[in-house]
């Protein structure tokens, strides 16, 4: 199941179907079609003029609920049927003015595009509808794949040129999504840049446009390819929420329409900026997969809705696994080295690893080529023969030996101009002919679009992990995109380069995986730049920041799980005071912010003494016994920091409720003020639970060593904190 959900993710197509109970079906009589899973039904229809009208998108129906939706025609002569329809799949033609999910032009310079139902078939939970215009011989088939345990949609599109001429697609979304007419919805979305990414956004969508996009050839973290979607009394934790993302790494874009009659509608696939894909006859083009999932809980229950859906169905699985594997304690070696690696160096970094109970050790930048600094090395892939005389073996056994697997940096996508690789092919680098070339991070990128260079890469990096027994791949991507030029392409296919480069990205990171099953891969771009379900759907872990101060990362950690599964976000402790804002902390604050995702540990080791050393090998051990529940459990946001209570509070509940997670930290106090009691949630209200701070202080006074789930939830956890950046971490574990 996990190599067919690889193949259609790869293909451009939805996921894999699951053992429960989930239905797609037709309604003949009324041309309705339905699906349903988890606790959500969504519906849409064939109307009277042959074209594919949303019809329900919510709370799961009972099955022989009547589903009907009227007929619609132009509200004047401004707005004609095509614009108040809310369309499926729109076609930009027949009087549009809303955002169209596909635009093409014809070799003879027509526009006009409007699509109609030609078949479909329907297949346990999945429903495939062809269409095709009017008259031209473009045809496209939309993909419905509804998740029988969680409701989440897949939809995709695969757009078939059967004429004897070229098509030129100017715009192609994987999906459009219509909500029914109501005026007070709110986008939520994030924002940011280097170091700050995940900034969480609220707007209220009125009348007219809001775009999310992605210019830079991938996605970034000036806008995050996500969503959720509220009514006006949605909270945390009641009320509807829509969420969705697209699963694509390069260029996208969504747009969030009020139409005329007042329905917001979603689309969201390619971004059409500087885009431009030749469809040859006979040929086919695959857009992203938009996900969408709804939630009658509010954002909080939309979100552990996508974090289960990603853990069950996106997140690479071992083979005959229903979850992926654990994430483990590592180490890296960034932080104390930076560019000045060399055997000694990290020999003695990884004996001190070890002690503490990390269980992967991985080297950073700086020990490959004349690689010294930024500025030279990248694209030589070989050991740099002065730091390590004798290859990377002897470092690897002597990991290997203290308990520990072994991991290495690479940034496989990207050349420096001072590297033999850049001498030897300089047409390789990503450029338009005879124009200056920008360096970002005195670096190009390679132009992966390119089959040589798609091959090449594969190549070195199978050379890399066939000669030396590496078991994990820090996968970095530290620019975005700049003359975005294929010369060597013919000119009516050098803007395919946004797709084809992407495609080929995917390819090499599969076949990789292929060859070596056991291989586990973090993507990072500069922190959390390139962060999607595309790239997930191949990488184990992701990097959300490079922003590792502990208080700023609990801002940017809840930005991150709006949308995505803590079991794939990784979060460091380094040194303090931190390097980003000089801010000191004590290494327990640390260590609590941590541990909310897969912790890994980046400090220079070599200036910790036995105190810190014994304070970190304390809350690894804690680690260990909540990793579970964190990596696989349920997110419960309590608390985000706000005028009523300044503390960040989060709890994490095991599956089977057996154990909970409970993180309360702060950045500043005032006065002599008693905060909140701090209510539970998720766990079993009839079971008792005992309490216990993982550090092993003893509890408050205020909090007794046992009680009930009900006692929990309802009495809740009395703990005020005292003084600058002060942390608590409690586990709660089932007794009867």
């Known amino acids: 199941m996990r190599k067919l959900l690889r193949a ?158 070229d098509v030129r697609v100017d715009q192609a979304a994987g999906a459009g999504y219509t909500l029914p007419v109501a005026y007070d919805y709110r986008l939520h979305y994030s924002t940011g840049r280097w170091a700050a990414e995940w900034t969480l956004q609220d707007r209220a969508l009125t009348a007219g446009s809001t775009v999310l996009e992605s210019r830079r050839g991938s996605t970034g973290s000036q806008n995050n390819p996500w969503f959720t979607i509220t009514r006006g009394d949605t909270t945390e934790e009641n009320g509807p929420a829509w969420i969705g993302a697209l699963a694509w790494s390069g260029s996208w874009r969504m747009t969030f329409d009020q139409d005329v009659t007042g329905r917001i509608r979603v689309t ?74 060399d055997e000694a160096g990290q020999l003695a970094l990884a004996e001190r690893a070890a002690k503490l109970g990390v269980e992967r050790f991985v080297m950073d930048d700086g020990w490959f080529g004349a690689r010294n600094s930024d500025k030279a090395g990248l694209g030589d892939w070989t050991v740099n023969p002065t730091k390590f005389p004798n290859g990377l073996k002897p470092l690897i056994d002597r990991v290997k030996s203290l308990g520990m697997d072994f991991g290495l940096w690479v940034e496989p996508e990207m050349i420096n101009p001072d590297s033999d690789l850049y001498r030897a092919h300089p047409d390789w680098a990503m450029q338009f002919k005879a124009r200056p070339q920008t360096e970002g991070r005195n670096q190009l990128v390679l132009n992966l679009a390119r089959t040589d260079v798609r ?114 976000m990784m979060a460091w402790v380094t040194d303090s005071p931190n390097w980003v804002n000089n801010r000191q902390t004590t290494l327990s604050f640390r260590f609590l912010s ?30 260990k016994r909540i990793r579970e529940t964190v990596q696989r459990g349920d997110l419960y946001r309590l608390n985000r920091a706000d005028e009523a209570d300044a503390r960040w509070t989060n709890l994490y509940v095991a599956a089977d409720k057996s154990q909970a997670a409970l993180f309360t930290l702060i950045g500043s106090t005032h006065k002599f003020d008693v905060m909140p009691t701090i209510t539970l949630r998720g766990l079993d209200p009839d079971a008792r639970y005992r309490i216990e701070a993982m550090d092993a202080t003893p509890l408050p006074a205020t909090i007794p060593p046992q009680a009930s789930g009900a006692y929990w939830m309802n009495h809740g956890v009395d703990l005020t904190l005292r003084g600058d950046f002060q942390g608590v971490g409690m586990i709660l574990t089932r007794v009867r």
């Open 594 to 623: 941590a541990m909310q995702g897969g912790l890994g540990i980046g400090t220079n080791l070599n200036k910790w003494g036995e105190a810190e050393m014994a304070t970190a090998r304390y809350y690894v051990a804690s680690y």
């Open 8 to 165: 259609m993710l790869l293909a451009g197509v939805g996921m894999v179907p699951g053992m429960a109970a989930a239905q797609a079906s037709y309604d003949a009589a009324n041309k309705m079609f339905r699906l349903d899973g988890g606790e959500v039904t969504y519906a849409f229809k064939i109307n009277a003029s042959g074209i594919l009208q949303s019809v329900y998108w919510g709370k799961r129906l009972p099955d022989k609920a009547p589903l009907a939706a009227p007929e619609l025609s132009g509200l004047s002569g401004f707005d004609v049927a095509a614009n108040v329809v809310p369309q499926e799949y729109a076609g930009q033609g027949g009087g549009l003015y809303a955002e169209p999910a596909l635009k093409v032009t014809y070799a003879d310079g027509n526009r006009d595009l409007v699509l109609y139902y030609r078949s479909h078939q329907i297949a346990k939970d999945e429903v495939r509808v062809t269409l095709s215009d009017l008259d031209r011989p473009l045809w496209v088939t939309l993909i419905y794949r509804i998740d029988p345990e969680t409701g989440v949609i897949a939809r995709t599109a695969t757009i078939e040129n059967r004429g004897q001429t």
């Open 268 to 341: 969201g696939g390619y971004n059409p900026f500087d885009f431009a894909y030749r469809l040859r006859p006979g040929a086919t083009m695959a857009t992203p997969i938009f996900y969408t999932g709804f939630s009658n809980e509010g954002r909080g229950g939309a979100s552990r809705l996508f974090h289960r859906f990603q853990r069950e169905q996106i997140l690479p699985h071992r083979e005959g696994q229903k979850l992926p594997p654990l994430r483990k304690v590592l180490y890296n070696s960034w932080e104390a080295t930076e560019f000045k690696v």
């Open 455 to 568: 091959d090449h890469v594969l190549q070195v990096l199978d050379d890399l992990v066939t000669k030396n027994d590496i078991a994990f791949l820090k996968w970095d991507y530290n620019r975005n995109w700049s003359e975005p030029g294929w010369p060597d392409a013919d000119v009516n296919d050098q803007q395919t380069i946004y797709v084809a480069y992407v495609r080929n990205l995917y390819w090499i990171i599969d076949e990789l995986r292929k060859r070596h099953p056991g291989l586990e891969i973090e993507s990072c771009s500069g922190g959390g730049g390139r962060v999607d379900l595309g790239i997930m759907s191949r990488t184990d872990q992701v990097w959300p920041s490079d922003n590792t101060d502990p208080f700023d990362r609990l801002m940017i950690q809840d930005g991150f799980t709006q949308a995505y599964a803590p079991a794939a």
